[in-house]
């Protein structure tokens, strides 16, 4: 690994951008716009970021989502600094597109390091 990136940040890139939700939820979130209600979040992850979701009965797979964006993927990504997520309202008030930014070329300069 490159001694020039604090190890502290290339953890924080693999724990917030190394899981298949969160990166669904950040995507999503770039597609659309903030503030954003967790239910609609989760709606839209389970299909793929899609605008064109249900209104019918959630599925299991949509409350499971929900579950775990709001105890898992959008704290941890709140405390990374990505989002700003209002858990006692349940939405994601903003999208930190310069934060993600940072994230993401560090994760590129990683990526590089390991190129041997």
Do not use: W
């Amino acid at each position: 690994m490159d001694d020039t990136i604090p190890t502290e940040d290339a953890m924080m890139v693999f724990d917030v951008l190394g899981e298949p939700r969160r990166n669904r939820a950040v995507r999503v979130l770039q597609d659309h716009e903030t503030p954003m209600s967790l239910d609609r979040l989760a709606s839209l992850v389970e299909s793929d970021g899609s605008s064109d979701v249900g209104t019918g009965p959630r599925s299991r797979d949509e409350r499971r989502s929900r579950t775990d964006l709001h105890h898992n993927h959008l704290p941890k990504l709140d405390d990374a600094g990505v989002i700003r997520y209002d858990s006692d309202e349940r939405v994601v008030t903003e999208l930190d597109e310069e934060r993600l930014r940072s994230l993401l070329t560090t994760g590129k300069e990683l990526l590089r390091s390991l190129d041997c």
